[in-house]
């Protein structure tokens, strides 16, 4: 049992098991906060950070698409990189625009959100994916 656990028998399974991981654990987490701005627009809070000057509905509407629509997209493994570019340049305003001068703690969850986006950019959806289906 040790040998398997330090000599993987098929590294391309293993590899794609712990992007679906990774998908899966940091988009379901982002997804909670897509909701929550999703509920805040339905019910007419449109009181949001406007960092790009665009206006604060089409940030709003902008982050909302970004954090709980191509979260989902990225949970299943659909559409998997353009999803994740959208997701890290959100990410990178969260981070270093909108918490620009903030402390490095205030930007932490969007960095740590922009860097796990990034590898799912870098290292795609793996084959656990809608991607891997649709794209052979």
Do not use: W
Not at 34 to 40: A, D, E, M
Not at 109 to 124: A, C, K, P, S, Y
Request: net charge neutral; glycine share 8%.
């Amino acid at each position: 049992m040790l040998r398997n656990f330090v000599t993987p028998l098929d590294l391309n399974r293993q590899v794609s098991f712990a992007i679906l991981l990774l998908r899966v654990v940091f988009a379901g987490f982002l997804l909670t906060h897509g909701y929550g701005k999703l509920q805040s627009f339905i019910n007419g809070d449109h009181d949001f950070p406007d960092p790009l000057h665009v206006s604060p509905v089409v940030s709003q509407v902008l982050t909302i698409f970004a954090e709980f629509f191509c979260s989902i997209l990225i949970i299943f493994g659909l559409l998997t990189r353009p999803a994740a570019v959208i997701l890290v340049v959100c990410m990178a305003v969260i981070a270093f625009v909108v918490h620009g001068p903030d402390p490095i703690g205030d930007k932490e969850h969007g960095i740590l959100f922009l860097v796990g986006f990034l590898v799912i950019l870098l290292t795609g959806p793996g084959r656990y994916s809608v991607d891997s289906r649709l794209f052979r």
